[in-house]
């Protein structure tokens, strides 16, 4: 039963959709947390194309972090409320001496990948997002799935509305309303 509710609802988010200034923010700063608090920046690039950058480290770690992310936001329901999804690269960089001279270097790069829902409620961004990550290095894990995440930004940048053509350009000039003799 929960399938079919999850799916009735992706079905019915997916017909909402419109891709018309999907985000209310052109940059917004703050912070993520998942397995440990992290900074997050997005950045409105065009037609609905953010950059997100994250710098990341885990909770007791002194390991440090860098995903740099391209993220599609498609607008749901009414502006500042998105769906979005993207992919990008990372890189760790692990504190952990060598304990050999024939040890390779232990730091973890490879691909991320992202999606998620943000709503936008006045300066305040809130987003969910999934964030999992496919490893090249030499790592004891490949691909490590990384539970959900919560973000808080700040908008310090907002996007400006569009503006509704006047409805004579969209007529050809003309007067509809007037009757013809």
Request: aromatic share 12%.
């Amino acid at each position: 039963m929960r399938i079919i509710r999850f799916c009735s609802l992706a079905i019915l988010c997916l017909l909402c959709m419109n891709a018309v200034q999907a985000q209310s923010y052109k940059t917004a700063a703050g912070i993520r947390v998942d397995n440990g608090v992290q900074l997050t920046v997005k950045q409105y690039l065009i037609n609905n194309w953010t950059a997100e950058g994250i710098l990341h480290t885990a909770i007791g770690s002194e390991d440090l972090g860098l995903t740099l992310l391209a993220e599609k936001h498609q607008k749901i329901i009414f502006r500042g409320t998105n769906l979005y999804y993207g992919a990008g690269a990372h890189y760790y960089w692990k504190n952990e001496p060598f304990r050999s001279e024939n040890e390779f270097n232990n730091n973890v790069y490879g691909l991320s990948f992202i999606g998620g829902a943000e709503i936008s409620l006045g300066r305040i961004n809130l987003a969910v997002d999934w964030k999992p990550e496919l490893h090249l290095s030499e790592s004891s894990q490949v691909f490590d799935w990384n539970g959900a995440s919560v973000s808080v930004r700040y908008i310090f940048a907002k996007r400006e509305r569009r503006k509704i053509r006047d409805w004579k350009v969209f007529n050809g000039g003309k007067n509809k309303s007037k009757h013809r003799k």
